[in-house]
């Protein structure tokens, strides 16, 4: 029996038990992340069939931001390794997930999948929303890997059926830092990759046209992440972002008059790598000449146990004030450090402790954390209220309980204050006891900063604009 397509374009609703996961994860995405930025979630229309295409950096976690980012329910092709489990497998059916067999996972069982197409076409056809991750697996790359071509023969079948209906998106996850707490992340979503100019090539050679179409996924989704194309020029761009990045962001800043959230940060990253590939192809010399000087810079660091933080930090000049206000704020804020993280010390430390132990792969970590913290926030919190209740009353133990969030965040940026204070006084001892290496590395960084320094004004000048 054939189905005919929704043309309604009505909004698609959440069911109730969809709607519950979703509030949920919402609230732990928050709790967890210092900001989810969304672009663009305009261009998932409310209603009528739609494919997203999702990069795939950081596991589980994955599918919670892209599912809080929309309004709409989002059935997702998951591996049908996930599916073993019978609690596992009744709970992803409950939230439309979808199961698809993969040769690593399920080589016995590959002729499924004609099942799970079907099923997708069922969903489209019924005006739903569908989300794939076409690399297939997750990975801790600067790029997006090779994709599949599960998504382009998704698409191109159910254009054939029903065609102009369906929007494929591309969508981009982009993580600040993939394991800390309270780090940025940015979910974009790409303008639709169109399908329509495939469909004749698809029904005299579906082979060439799902490989065509593949390759236009590709493309469109590189372009909603920071793409390195290369492995070895993916570490010269992670090294140009630790050194420079933030004299870029602090240029805009100055120039441009804007505050530090307004600084696209996944943008300075992308104009990185369009320069460094652009120097690449142009002068790949001078561009490995910069890398060993970097690992040079890097060896120092390395041998005298100091970070580029403190060695950047000597060349900012502070007054007066700004030192007695820090030094007041390390001393009037220890009591409070020293009493959230005692009482936040097993929700902060049980779920890193979880990640290492159970994460097999870089991927793992985040989503191993945010599920410990899930259990461990509301244990290790309620059993503290609890015993504060025992022994000092229910108002002591409501105000204790108001405290624990506010303390917890409080304690960590502390903590993380003082990680940088220790930096700096490491290196103030190492310039008081070995001047000439505290000078060594302020004139290595200093050169390597003017030669990036350099190359930014040539690419500008070579490309008639800014990319910044």
Known sequence: MSLALDTTAAPDRMDRFYRSVRAIARFWLWFVFKSI?????????????????????????DSLLVGAALARKVHYLATAALFRNPLGARFLLACGAIPVYRTQDDPDK??????????????????RLIAIYPE??????ARVQRIKTGAARIALGCEARYPARLRVIPVGLNFEARKSFRGRVLVS???????????????????????????????????????VERIDAARLVRAVEELYRGDLARELQEARGLAPKQIDLTRLSRAIVDAVNWFKARDPARVEALWQRIQSYRALLAEYRVKDEAVRARRER???????????EAVAGFPFFVYGASVNFFVYWVPRWVARLMSRKETDYATWRFLASIVAYPLFWGLEIWLVAR???????????????????????????????????????????????????VAERQAIIAELERAKNEYLAATKGSSF
């Not at 004749?200 to 179409?213: G, M, S």
């Not at 304690?411 to 490491?426: M, P």
Request: one cysteine or more; a positive charge; proline letters at 7%.
């Open 37 to 61: 930025d969304v672009r663009h979630p305009g261009r998932v229309p409310a209603g009528g069939p739609v494919l997203l295409c999702i990069n795939h950096p950081n596991n589980f976690i």
């Open 110 to 127: 590959m002729e499924r999948n004609v099942a799970t197409f079907d099923a997708c076409f069922t969903a489209l056809a019924e005006g």
């Open 136 to 141: 297939g697996t997750t990975h801790a790359e």
């Open 189 to 227: 979503f790409g303008p639709p990759v169109p399908v329509t100019p495939y469909l004749e090539a698809y029904r005299q050679d579906p082979v060439k046209a799902v490989d065509a179409l593949t390759t236009a996924i590709q493309w469109a989704m590189e372009a909603e992440v920071v793409h």
């Open 318 to 328: 502070r007054g007066p004030r700004q030192k007695i206000r820090r030094g007041w």
């Open 391 to 441: 022994l000092a009353g229910g108002v002591v133990a409501l105000a204790f309980a108001l405290s624990l969030p506010l303390s917890g965040v409080l304690a960590y940026r502390y903590w993380l204050g003082a990680g940088r204070l220790s930096n700096r006084l490491r290196f103030g001892v190492l310039a008081l006891t070995r001047e000439h290496a505290a000078r060594r590395l």
